[in-house]
């Protein structure tokens, strides 16, 4: 079993940075990519960032202001966030990409970008 612990979220101002931390344990070598997801209220989860190796992938409406960022010595990935907008208020989420197992779901961590 994986168990995945989000951290870093908190009240920003429209504009401002965030980090994001997800700290993996427990059955970890089976994880091969891992992906934030985020998940307003009244939508659905949506990924955010992935990454797998080198390889990373963003959605169109976070690209050029989200990194995500992984130190595999510390089985953990970081979610940096810059130039945050309101839309991007949001339960923030690490899980493996794709989702394996929905067991792997933490409890999340809050976003809220004020304007």
């Known amino acids: 079993q994986v168990q995945l612990v989000e951290s870093g979220g908190g009240l920003v101002q429209a504009g401002g940075s965030l980090r994001l931390s997800c700290e993996a344990s427990?059955?970890?070598?089976?994880?091969?990519?891992m992906g934030w997801y985020r998940q307003a209220p009244g939508k659905q989860r949506e990924l955010v960032a992935g990454i797998r190796g080198s390889r990373t992938n963003y959605a169109e409406s976070v690209k050029g202001r989200f990194t995500i960022s992984r130190d595999i010595a510390k089985n953990t990935v970081y979610l940096q966030m810059n130039s945050l907008k309101s839309e991007d208020t949001a339960a923030y989420y690490c899980?493996?990409?794709?989702?394996?197992?929905?067991?792997?779901w933490g409890q999340g961590t809050q976003v809220t970008v004020a304007s």
């Open positions: 427990g059955s970890i070598f089976r994880i091969n990519a």
């Open positions: 899980n493996t990409w794709p989702v394996y197992s929905s067991a792997y």
